[in-house]
């Protein structure tokens, strides 16, 4: 079993709607990140969360952590066919532990 | 400014050959370096990470091996080769275990 699980697994959805993507564990992280990944290419890091309700934006992207540092969800508003591709969170616990979500594989149809 | 440079991008390799992908790190001292595989789609499987020359630490039982021989450099090897080795492999670093990682372009390995 994963430590960090994202739900959905899959997302289609066509240019112009607003989407949410979850990242849920039953375990306390002191931060975690969230990463986008291209086919072909490694994840690039989009953001970092390390306080409790903590919520960070990038342009058309809404980070939340969550109050109990167990959980982060990504939302997009107005999705654009650039944002289409692989969404992975990350937590560290424990101080140097890192661990990677399952994945949301994102299609944004224009 | 750091890069990581990860090669080669595709390798297509018969069962039973032996394998090296190289992963270097310029621009920094004395990184975390990881090696992860990735199936199609899915989140990252954590092979081996390293904190130090020659100090390596293995995250699941397999047919690979790894090794640091110099400060930014990490090596992904296998003597024989099976076809449940192919996938996506990512070489990444971080200046420490609770800092965000930097990913290179991955290798595509294909077993035939």
């Known amino acids: 079993t994963q430590l960090l699980e994202q739900s959905p697994q899959f997302l289609s959805i066509q240019e112009g709607e607003n989407l949410t993507v979850y990242c849920n564990s039953s375990?306390?992280?002191?931060?975690l990140q969230w990463y986008r990944q291209e086919p072909g290419e490694g994840p690039v890091l989009l953001v970092t969360?390390?306080?409790?309700?903590e919520v960070k934006k990038l342009k058309r992207l809404t980070f939340q952590f969550g109050d109990a540092r167990k959980d982060s969800s990504l939302h997009i508003t107005a999705a654009q066919p650039g944002d289409t591709g692989l969404y992975l969170c990350?937590?560290?616990?424990?101080?140097?532990?890192?661990?990677f979500g399952t994945g949301t594989s994102l299609t944004v149809i224009p | 400014s750091q890069t990581i440079h990860q090669w080669p991008a595709t390798l297509v390799q018969p069962v039973g050959s032996p394998l090296s992908l190289e992963c270097t790190v310029e621009?920094?001292?004395?990184?975390?370096l990881y090696w992860y595989r990735q199936a199609a789609g899915r989140g990252l499987q954590l092979l081996f990470y390293?904190?130090?020359?020659?100090?390596i630490s293995s995250e699941v039982p397999q047919n690979l091996s790894a090794s640091r021989p110099q400060d930014r450099q990490f090596i992904l090897s296998s003597k024989k080769l099976l076809l449940s080795d192919s996938g996506f492999y990512l070489c990444?670093?971080?200046?420490?275990?609770?800092?965000?990682?930097?990913f290179g372009d991955g290798t595509r390995l294909s077993i035939l």
């Open positions: 990444a670093w971080s200046s420490s275990g609770n800092q965000p990682q930097h």
């Open positions: 375990s306390v992280f002191s931060s």
């Open positions: 969360v390390v306080t409790g309700g």
């Open positions: 990350a937590g560290v616990r424990n101080g140097n532990q890192f661990y």
């Open positions: 621009g920094t001292s004395n990184p975390n």
């Open positions: 390293s904190v130090g020359i020659g100090q």
